[in-house]
């Protein structure tokens, strides 16, 4: 240790910071190709991260896109660089019915619950009452983990996934993900030791297990116990909190609009009554009421830059080529709120989905499952639930802003999902 004198040690900071510009400089070489998409000055080592108001991302690509273009860049540390970009214009189970009184509550935990139920019925083959303690803990769990998805930590980790190797840091920072992962584990072992392979399956599941019992042996088969909880966490992350937050931008929305919660609820009567259950079948004769659902998916604008894609292989886009190993945001909210596209894009405005005859019409610019092949696989459950739930409740209840309250606001906030600023809300039965 005595040799590490004052000089070895300037020798070797020097040496050290040469060998990290060196590692930057390769990294930032592919922005120097001749048509890489623009994007601002980076630092060395940061790449961007500094430049990225995690706070409110749609809003920082937003100020992006204006400064260079549908398709531009971004140097999020060391995973390489970030083209975000315009897509361009081109291209039942109901909720508890308490409280039915005028007490004002917040709709969310109930809306979770509900739409919670509609995933554990596919994977854990029953419902759970909403005060299940094991049904609460999940809950619990997956609100808890899609936090840890989101910020600048994350995003930190992701860029220098060498800081996961501190022993302990990803258990800390990805608790709840790992507590949730477990739950699912006791999931699979319960499952197993109760199935009946003799029986028809009883979920996804058991259909899951079946699978993976004859690919016993086939090591290239996709039907795995790892792969099993990943497919059931992905369906509860995705297709849980997704939901329920696009049921309460639709309540929130209702409650700041009452002359359009009031056209519903005549539309729902004439065509359903006021005694019979939503079907599927009556969304064909719901013109104003599929236009509203879809309005509410485009003005909350729930998942404004998709989700991450890496490229596997360079591709030409608009012009621009863009290399293999780039991950690619798409903007959603380029088209969801496009100008020129929708009459009044930061206005909550049902019209858009009509035509002049009052009949429903759906623009190619809505997209809030995003497109192409890895597009949401769940539109379709999803496009059945917000039109069976939304229905069903304002089928039987009025909503509106509690007496006394200010208006809340129709601003959302922005994790990885944009929610409704936290609001709340009264709901007298019919
Ligand atoms: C209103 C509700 C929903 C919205 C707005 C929504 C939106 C999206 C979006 C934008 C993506 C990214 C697509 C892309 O990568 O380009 C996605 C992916 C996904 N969604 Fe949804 N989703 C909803 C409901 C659901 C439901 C109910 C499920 C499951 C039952 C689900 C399961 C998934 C899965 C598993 C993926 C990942 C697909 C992949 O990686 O290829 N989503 N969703």
Known sequence: ???????????????????????????????????YPPGPMSMPGL??????DFQDVPWCFAQLRRRFGDVYSLQLGRTGEDPGGGLGPQKRSLPDPHPVSARPFSPSALLNKAVGNVIASLTYGRRFEYDDQSFLRLMELVMEALKEDSGLLREVLNAVPVLLRIPGLAGKVFSAQKAFMALLDELVTEHRMTRDPAQPPRDLTDAFLAEVEKAKGNPNSSFTDENLRLVVSDLFSAGMVTTSTTLAWGLLLMILHPDVQCRVQQEIDKVIGKVRRPEMGDQAHMPFTTAVIHEVQRFADIVPLGLPHMTCRDIEVQGFLIPKGTTLFTNLSSV???????????????????????????????????????????????????????????????????????????????????????????????
């Open 336 to 430: 969801l709120k496009d100008e020129a596209v929708w009459e009044k894009p930061f206005r909550f405005h049902p019209e858009h989905f009509l035509d002049a005859q009052g009949r429903f019409v759906k623009p190619e610019a809505f997209m809030p499952f995003s497109a192409g092949r890895r597009m949401c696989l769940g539109e379709p459950l999803a496009r059945m639930e917000l039109f069976l739930f939304f229905t069903s409740l304002l089928q039987r209840f009025s909503f509106s802003v509690p007496p006394g309250h200010p208006r809340p606001s129709d601003h959302g906030v922005c994790n990885f999902l944009v929610t409704p600023s936290p609001y709340q809300l009264c709901a007298v039965p019919r």
């Open 1 to 35: 240790m005595g040799l590490l004198t004052g000089d070895v040690l300037v020798s070797l900071a020097l040496a050290a910071a040469i060998f990290f510009l060196l590692v930057d400089l390769m990294h930032r070489c592919p922005r120097w190709a001749a048509r």
């Open 47 to 52: 790449g961007n991260l500094l430049q990225v």
